[in-house]
């Protein structure tokens, strides 16, 4: 088939390698002129996708690879257009639909019969019928279900390892008809090569929801229920703090028990999904209250952390703080909704100086994004972990300048006998 994948970011490129892989021509369209030339190049854009540099070279250098700036004409020669432009929060944590409303006009100018159009990007409830369906329609003349075939597929996978995820996880797929379910399976199939699991209730493979809808809420549900889950064992462990109890062991324990599956507590949730997508699910179910209540709980996580590291070192003001991973989590280069900057304003808050260390960001990085940087061996009062890359799991005093306390607000950091280290739900060491 003749595939076109619309956006080329950690997702999207991915997928569009996945897709060549298994034999489709496929092209790929992204707005951004030199993440395109890059690509042509046979050059990832972004580190850290195990298999991607490989691969992208052996699809490109094939041919059935390509990238393009010209969205509309990619798509007027596709069987297949797959789009999956993300979807971001505004600042009263409502769904930004702008840049995959600029996407849908996109498609929709080259959009032709017979077409099947995949949305795998995190939506709303009923995004994909009641929004994305019309304007489809609207830009092509053509309808859903009689002119063109309209279904979304949910992405599950995890940056740094999606190649492997696309083997792991059952490909959710619900269409506004059956033709168009029935077409989205059989492109599916055809693109995806899955590995057996035994623990599943059925065949891992392409499975069929029923509708876009319920293909939606299933993303959304298990996002949420991830949010939820981390909030709990949060609440776990700052009780466990006001009773000297190491939440870590209470927590191993509970979970030797088939029912019982608590997520382990941190200084922050972060990602383009876990803090986001909870806000998708409240945006269609006003009744619902656990989603706000996890989100209350885990975004105060980072003042909370400073707050702990505070009752051990004392008065904060003027004190230089170490603030190690601005990333949002180990091994990533990607800050969103990095808990970096809770951990930054809340220290700020209490007078004390922090200072901004991570190995994947250069100082000129750092400032852009509002830190000051810090280099590991220099002075500072103390430290907070915050991303847990593994260049922080061996950590010493001289490291640090001569502070000799640290929160570990990920378990990162090895024992060290001249390092005292705080954890969140656990006592210190």
Excluded at 36 to 61: C, H, K, T, W
Excluded at 258 to 270: C, E
Excluded at 302 to 325: F, K, N, Q, S, T
């Amino acid at each position: 088939m003749k595939v076109c994948v619309v956006a080329l970011g950690k997702i999207g490129l991915p997928l569009a390698v996945q897709f060549a892989l298994s034999g489709h021509s496929v092209v790929g369209a992204d707005i951004d002129s030199p993440t395109v030339d890059l690509i042509n190049q046979a050059i990832a854009p972004f580190p850290g996708e195990a298999g991607l540099d490989r691969s992208l070279a052996d699809v490109i250098g094939s041919g059935r690879l390509r990238a393009t700036t010209d969205t509309t004409a990619a798509v007027r020669d596709a069987d297949v257009v797959l789009i999956v432009v993300p979807i971001v929060v505004d600042e009263s944590r409502h769904p930004d639909f702008r840049a995959m409303d600029a996407a849908t006009a996109a498609v929709a100018r080259g959009l032709q019969p017979g077409t099947l159009v995949l949305y795998e990007t995190t939506v709303p409830v009923g995004t994909t019928r009641r929004r994305f369906g019309p304007m489809l329609a609207e830009g092509s003349g053509l309808e859903p279900s009689t002119d063109f075939f309209l279904a979304y597929s949910p992405e599950r996978v995890y940056s740094g390892r999606i190649f492997e995820d696309l083997r792991i996880y059952p490909k959710l797929v619900g269409g506004v008809c059956s033709d168009s379910t029935k077409k989205a399976i059989a492109f599916y199939e055809s693109a995806l090569q899955f590995a057996e699991r035994a623990d599943l209730s059925r065949s891992n493979g392409v499975w069929d929801l029923g509708s876009t809808e319920a293909a939606e809420l299933a993303k959304l549900a298990e996002t949420t229920y991830r949010d939820i889950n981390i909030a709990f064992a949060n609440e776990l462990a700052r009780f466990a703090d006001t009773r000297q109890i190491d939440v870590a062991a209470v927590i191993e324990a509970c979970n030797s028990q088939p029912f019982s599956h608590i997520h382990q507590p941190g200084i922050a949730v972060g990602g383009h999904c876990i803090p986001v997508y909870p806000h998708f699910y409240l945006s269609e179910d006003a009744a619902a209250t656990l989603p706000a209540a996890a989100r209350t709980v885990n975004d105060g996580m980072p003042a909370y952390a400073v707050g702990r590291l505070v009752e051990h070192l004392g008065p904060a003001e003027g004190r230089r703080i170490a603030v190690l991973g601005v990333a949002y989590r180990g091994g990533v280069k990607e800050t969103a909704f990095s808990g970096a900057f809770g951990v930054v304003d809340a220290l700020r808050e209490v007078n004390a100086i922090p200072v901004v260390h991570d190995p994947l960001f250069s100082d000129d990085e750092l400032r852009q994004l509002g830190f000051d940087p810090y280099h590991l061996g220099d002075p500072c009062d103390a430290a907070i972990v915050q991303a847990d890359h593994v260049e922080y799991a061996d950590l010493d005093p001289e490291l640090l300048g001569g502070a000799t306390l640290i929160l570990d607000g990920r378990r990162t950091v090895h024992p060290h006998p001249d390092l005292t280290r705080v954890f969140i739900g656990s006592p210190t060491s």
